[in-house]
């Protein structure tokens, strides 16, 4: 075992759990960034939240202490949520089951998605 | 090739007379580094993620002239002594699937340039970087396709 498996063994869950739920943040942003009409890039977000662009490019990096209210302001400029707890989404989505092709709706486009979950249980749709 | 995951290969520098990478100098150091552990686990964590979730290059937000530095510039909540997370690991990005890690240590002046501890790895990282583009390096996913023309003299 090298030295980098070694660090990555003695991380706390704390550091593994900080980082996912950063990067996957970061990475919801740039897919509503991605789908948004007029808002395309963090450039152009960084505008709208009257930030400068190296101070969102901080935010997304994936090592930032992202505040509630950084998520907040975020979310309230691309008009779609960023975070979604499980309950929140089952009481918006619903459970699916297998083989149930799914109409949803992205911010004001309507995009439809059809696919075959692979195993039987209960989803969370994570918006 | 130094880590690989599922979506990024990560490569590193190897001296012809050495038997560890630049890489994975740095790493024995940063192990060490007690005051810092939670910014090197934060940093490993991170490039695993990376590497399983794919090197977007907005990630690499550290320009340092021709390379990047890791970790990449974000804050956390630390005690008044360790404000600035100072350490570097430079890097060379190619692709989303692709990262060249280079070497660093922990930055103790404003510039880079200035400092003894990085100051090294900084003209190395850039000599490096620019040597590589300017030989190109063609890839395919997480392939170097012409690897056995990157050697040079370091």
Known sequence: MDAFDEILKRAKPENEIFVSLNLDISEQVRFLLALHPEIKTQQKLSEKLNKQPSEISKWLSGLHNLTLESIAKMQAVLGSEIIMTDKRAREKYGSMSEGVSQKLTVSKKTQTFNYQLPEDGDYTLVA | ?154
């Open chain 2, 1 to 154: 090739m130094f880590k690989q995951f599922s979506q990024v290969a990560f490569f590193a520098i190897l001296r012809e007379d050495e038997s560890l990478s630049e890489a994975q100098k740095f790493f024995e150091k940063a192990k060490g580094w007690k005051e810092l552990q939670k910014e090197v686990d934060d940093l490993v964590v991170w490039i695993r993620e990376i590497g399983n979730r794919g090197a977007n290059s907005e990630y690499f937000n550290r320009d340092e002239n021709r390379s990047f530095a890791l970790p990449p510039k974000g804050k956390r909540n630390r005690p008044e002594r360790i404000q600035n997370n100072n350490i570097r690991l430079y890097c060379h990005w190619v692709s989303p699937h692709i990262v060249i890690l280079f070497n660093g240590d922990i930055k103790t002046t404003s510039r880079a340039q200035d400092c003894p501890n990085v100051s090294s790895h900084f003209n190395n990282a850039n000599a490096w970087a620019k040597k590589l583009d300017n030989i190109g390096i063609e890839h395919s996913g997480q392939e170097i396709t012409n690897i056995k023309d990157l050697i040079f003299p370091v």
